[in-house]
C-alpha cells in the first residue's frame, strides 16, 4: 500500500488564525513519514487558498510568493486539490493533488464550524473530526446549551439577548439580566473561541460594556451567571460511535479568568498552568468523564473534542461550559497533552485520528442515497 495522502488546512478567517498555525506546525512535524504524505493548504485571513510551495511559510511571513493559489471543488468527480492559475484573463483549474483525507487544523468560524466540513462532505473527501453537525453546535454557545438541557446535562444559568434587542433597548436588555441572574455575569459572542469578547462584569456599567463587546463579533450574545471559584476542568474525547475520554486535566489560569492573555500571551512564570491529572476526587473524575462522553455523543460528534467544564470550588456543582471539536493541538496543548497522560503519545494520536476519519468515511458511504418505492 502506498502512503496516504494527508491534506493539511491552516490559518483561515478567524481570530484564532495564529493559533491554527502553530497546532498544524506540530501536527505536521509528527507526522510518520514513512505513513504520510502531507500536502499542506493554506487559508489567508481573507480565505484564499493557497498550495504547493511552503504555504505555512506564506502565511507566516505573509508572503503569498512562497505559495499559489488553489482551491477544492465541491464536486466529488473532480476529488483532489486544484491548481488556479491565471492565463490570459482566464482561471486555468488543474489537478495538484489527490486528497485520501484531510485533518483541518482550523479553529474557531469559517472553520471549526462545520464550514469547511460541508465543503469537504460535498468533495467526498474524509477528514479527521466532527462532521456539519457536531461542528456547527460543538461552535454555537447558545444552540450549544440547548442541546445540553435537552439531554439533562448541566450548564450555568443564562440568557441569550440578541444583538438587535440589545441596540434597540439596552436598558430594557440590562434589567431582564439583572432580575434573572444578578451580578457577576460573563458576556460573550454566542460564537467565536479563544475568549475573544468575553467579559466578567461586576455591575451594570460592565455589563454595558461586556454586551457592546460581545456585540462586535455576533448578532447573538450569551449573558451567564458566574460560577461561583470557577475550576476549569477538561477532559480530550476520541472515538466515532464508541468515544472514549481521557483522564481530566485542570487550567489554573494566569488572570481572573481564562481570558485572551491568560491562553496565549503570559508566558513563562506569569503562564497560565495545566495540571495533569486535574487534582480531584475520584468520584468527580468519574463524573466529569462520563458527563465528557455524554456531551459528546449529544451533539453527534466525531473523531475528537476537547469537553471543558466549570467546577465550583464554592459549591462543588459541575457545569458542562463548551465542546471544542478542534482543540489546540501543538505538542504542549491540553488535548493531546491529556491522550499523553493516559497512554496515547502524540504522534499515535494522529494515526487515531485519521484511522477514525477514514471509517467515518466508509460507515457514510454505505448510505443510500437513492430511493425507488417500486422497490418496496
Ligand atoms: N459562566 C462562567 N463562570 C465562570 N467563568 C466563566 C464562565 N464563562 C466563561 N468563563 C471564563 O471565561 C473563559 C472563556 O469562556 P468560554 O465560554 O470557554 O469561551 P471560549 O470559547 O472563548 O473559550 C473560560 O475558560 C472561563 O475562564
Ligand atoms: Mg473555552
Redesign the pocket.
Known sequence: MGKLRVGVIFGGRSGEHEVSLASARSVMGAMDPEKYEVVPIGITKEGAWIASGDPMAALTEGDLSLSAPATLLPDPSRRGLMRLEEEGGRTILSLLAELDVVFPVLHGPYGEDGTVQGLLDLAGVPYVGAGVTGSAVGMD?AIFKRVMQAHGLPV?DYLLVMRREWEADPEGVMDRIEAKLGYPV?T?PAN?????G?NKCHDREGLARGLADAAQYDRKLLV????PQ?R?IEVSVLGNDDPIASVPGEII?SRE??SYAAKYLDEGEQASELLIPAPLPPEVTERVRELAVEAYRAIDCAGMARA?F?LSGETGALYV??LNTIPGFTKISMYPKLWEASGIPYSQLIDRLIELALERHADRMRNRTTYRPEEE
Not at 467565536?192 to 475573544?196: H, I, R
Not at 451567564?224 to 460560577?227: C, G, I, L, N, R
Request: charged content about 25%; glycine content about 4%; cysteine-free.
Open positions: 454557545k450555568v460573563f460573550k467565536l473561541g479563544s475568549s475573544v468575553v451567564e451567571a458566574a460560577v470557577a476549569e489560569p479568568f481564562y471543558d466549570l461550559n463548551e
